[in-house]
């Protein structure tokens, strides 16, 4: 087979979302990057509703995909027509994303080269007011059976593509945008760019390793094989050093980006690799404490920390150095108008450096009443802790359809994490059991408090058994 070979696809959904709508309908098309080589549709039951707005834009109606195939029937055929080939659509994300989550269901992990020909029309006709499929059929009078229908689309899509592959330069830049943009006279010598591509485009952790194995860089990414690529097509001193010294990847995939956060802070820790910079701190030689001043005043402070300070102070967080430490806290200060007196920033007994900015409400200047100003000092400190009130195990996303990951505080401390099979993910014990422990550090609780701030997740409660969010 010709690595020229493409497999162009085009699919209609019951809707936008890949995680909970299906697909209706598959086109795709052999193209040898000359001529059609072989085309394959089939209309598909999608065990779904098919909305009113979905069946009115493709005309593909409940009673048309009644007794159709249903997708796992016909996964063995996309996986022939599509493998080793480079895998193309109009809005690949799209495409791809849906098929992806499809085969993920099945327990089987659909990755391909891709290329995307709304981002390769983009640069080979710059100045289009439009991109969209239809737009583009519109300018170059590609001739089309029925829009909005798998097969025609794809083969609208073929068109396009040998348009983009005419020209020299176009064909170049297909290549850049195949290959993410490496150059392979970029990459280390032991690196190839066919083991790149073979990276699974998952969430995880993965390893660069120097020729004698030692491990000189670690990172996570929700894509690693795009991450990896990325780190080849940096110009920058990491990125030679990186190109230098790399002889090997190696790689673990975790499911859970919050599982990949962790993972990698703690490989960080324990293997010391030479090119990371940020998380090689083990130890946490400074801290935030808080306390109430004789004005009544919920006040916070940066100390040098110790087994002492901690058993005889309200430390609310502990940071590598004095200046992570008081970055931290400046920044809290600033984000909810604290005052810098009484944040130990800009000592004073009098009113404060900010509340002549205007950056402070002037509780140090008599402006402003302990109560008003405690109620922003506890949401300060509720931002700045990180340790735990509560036990609890957290759920998150597994490595298959099948199963979740498992995240444990106990103690007031994040234990380590482990997976379970979904369906045992309402028993605590065994969910508890599944979590290898780990060395853990101050940082990792900010990393647990930062992701469910941001993305969420479920939480139970390890006291009352009780879902809390």
Do not use: W
């Not at 098929?99 to 099945?106: D, K, T, V, W």
């Not at 439009?130 to 068109?159: Q, W």
């Not at 230098?244 to 990698?264: C, M, R």
């Not at 940020?278 to 087994?307: L, M, P, T, W």
Request: hydrophobic content about 35%; overall charge positive; glycine content about 8%.
């Amino acid at each position: 087979m010709s690595k020229r070979e493409y497999a162009i696809v085009d699919i209609e959904t019951t809707g936008s979302r890949a995680s909970r709508a299906r697909i209706t309908e598959i086109g795709i098309v052999i193209f040898d990057g000359e001529k059609v080589v072989e085309t394959y549709e089939t209309l598909l039951d999608p065990e779904q509703y098919i909305p009113a707005g979905i069946v009115e834009l493709t005309g593909i109606t409940q009673e048309m995909v009644k007794g159709k195939p249903k997708f796992f029937e016909v996964a063995k055929r996309i996986v022939e027509l599509t493998e080793g080939r480079i895998f193309v659509a109009h809005n690949a994300k799209f495409d791809y994303g849906f098929l992806r989550e499809e085969f993920g269901r099945l327990g089987y992990t659909f990755s391909r080269r891709k290329l995307c020909t709304v981002r390769l029309a983009r640069k080979c006709f710059p100045g289009l007011k439009s991109y969209s499929l239809g737009n583009l059929i519109k300018h170059f009078g590609i001739t089309v059976d029925a829009r909005h229908r798998a097969l025609a689309d794809a083969e609208a899509t073929t068109e396009l593509l040998a348009l983009c592959l005419a020209g020299e330069d176009c064909a170049e830049e297909a290549k850049r945008l195949i290959n993410h943009g490496i150059k392979e006279t970029r990459l280390p010598k032991q690196i190839k760019l066919e083991q790149i591509m073979e990276i699974p485009e998952e969430t995880g952790v993965y390893y660069f390793h120097d020729v004698n194995g030692d491990v000189v860089y670690v990172g996570k990414s929700n894509n690693i094989r795009k991450r990896i690529a990325q780190h080849f097509n940096d110009h920058t001193s990491k990125g030679s050093r990186i190109a230098e010294k790399v002889a090997d990847i190696t790689y673990e995939i975790t499911g859970s980006e919050l599982v990949a956060l962790l993972l990698e802070s703690e490989e960080i820790k324990r293997l010391q690799p030479r090119i990371n910079r940020a998380q090689r701190g083990k130890r946490f030689s400074h801290a935030i404490v808080s306390y109430v001043n004789e004005r009544g005043f919920r006040c916070f402070d940066v100390v040098r920390n110790s087994a002492q300070v901690r058993k005889e102070q309200d430390v609310i967080s502990e940071y590598p150095s004095i200046s992570r430490a008081k970055g931290r806290l400046n920044f809290v200060r600033k984000h909810l108008e604290l005052c810098s007196a009484f944040t130990n920033i800009y000592p004073t007994k009098s009113a404060c450096f900010h509340f002549h900015l205007k950056q402070c409400r002037g509780g140090c200047a008599g402006h402003e009443e302990p109560e008003e100003y405690n109620l922003r000092a506890e949401e300060a400190r509720l931002h700045l802790r990180n340790v735990f009130d509560d036990d609890f195990l957290l759920f998150d996303t597994g490595r298959t359809h099948d199963e979740a990951s498992v995240i444990l505080v106990s103690e007031g401390k994040y234990q380590g994490f482990g997976y379970i099979d979904k369906e045992q993910s309402h028993d605590i014990h065994t969910a508890i059991e599944s979590v290898k422990k780990t060395v853990t550090y101050p940082d990792t609780a900010r990393i647990i408090q930062r992701y469910v701030s941001e993305k969420g997740g479920k939480m139970v409660n390890l006291s009352t058994g009780k879902v809390v969010r």
